[in-house]
T-cell receptor, first 116, second 113 residues
Framework: AQKITQTQPGMFVQEKEAVTLDCTYD???????LFWYKQPSSGEMIFLIY??????QNATEGRYSLNFQKARKSANLVISASQLGDSAMYFC?????????????FGSGTRLQVQP | DAGVIQSPRHEVTEMGQEVTLRCKPI?????LFWYRQTMMRGLELLIY????????DSGMPEDRFSAKMPNASFSTLKIQPSEPRDSAVYFC???????????FGPGTRLTVL
């Protein structure tokens, strides 16, 4: 079974609008972390935001926020006030911590295109 | 800080040749990860080290792949012999202990002809 599912291969958004990128996950661990990374066309992986499974509040980092719904096992990324520079691939990832395993499991990614 | 450093950035080689990819993690980070990215399989873990010790190498495709971390500031991923299906972008990442983010290097784009 897929541990991280990103159902939107591609998304379009108008500049200055908000967009939500979906991510659902599957784990039996009680302690885990959820991450979002951005990969622009240049290829580097840029960390955006982190949410711990025990965090009460949704994580926010500038224009990025993570809509964490634990019961639904979803961790959607919300980008507010989209900019042209937000056009990139976005990956959701999970680290399962109960076993002490530190590696990330990635979803298949969503390609976001911001239109002027 | 310089970030995670990988070399070479691009490598083109012929099938059967040995390829060595190099990584210098961020100073003070005690975990190092090698990932591979392909169109077909996405991003997948190959191996990771904690305090220079290999912890999980279940993602290493086969015996042709080997990785070492002789000290806290250097790691190599070697493919011998290389095959066209090894063509991919190979990322190295590092992190501190605990539930912190991983910082990725710029990647090595490997093409095996």
């Amino acid at each position: 079974a897929q541990k991280i599912t990103q159902t939107q291969p591609g998304m379009f958004v108008q500049e200055k609008e908000a967009v939500t990128l979906d991510c659902t996950y599957d784990t039996s661990d009680q302690s885990y972390g959820l991450f979002w990374y951005k990969q622009p066309s240049s290829g580097e992986m840029i960390f955006l935001i982190y949410q711990g499974s025990y965090d009460e509040q949704n994580a926010t980092e500038g224009r990025y926020s993570l809509n964490f719904q634990k019961a639904r096992k979803s961790a959607n990324l919300v980008i507010s006030a989209s900019q042209l520079g937000d056009s990139a691939m976005y990956f959701c990832a999970m680290r399962e911590m109960d076993t002490g395993r530190r590696a990330l499991t990635f979803g298949s990614g969503t390609r976001l295109q911001v239109q002027p | 800080d310089a970030g995670v450093i990988q070399s070479p950035r691009h490598e083109v080689t012929e099938m059967g040749q040995e390829v060595t990819l190099r990584c210098k993690p961020i100073s003070g980070h005690n975990s190092l990860f090698w990932y591979r990215q392909t169109m077909m399989r996405g991003l997948e873990l190959l191996i990771y080290f904690n305090n220079n010790v290999p912890i999980d190498d279940s993602g290493m495709p086969e015996d042709r792949f080997s990785a070492k971390m002789p000290n806290a500031s250097f790691s190599t991923l070697k493919i011998q012999p290389s095959e066209p299906r090894d063509s991919a972008v190979y990322f190295c990442a590092s992190s501190k202990g605990g539930p912190t983010e991983q910082f990725f290097g710029p990647g090595t784009r490997l093409t095996v002809l």
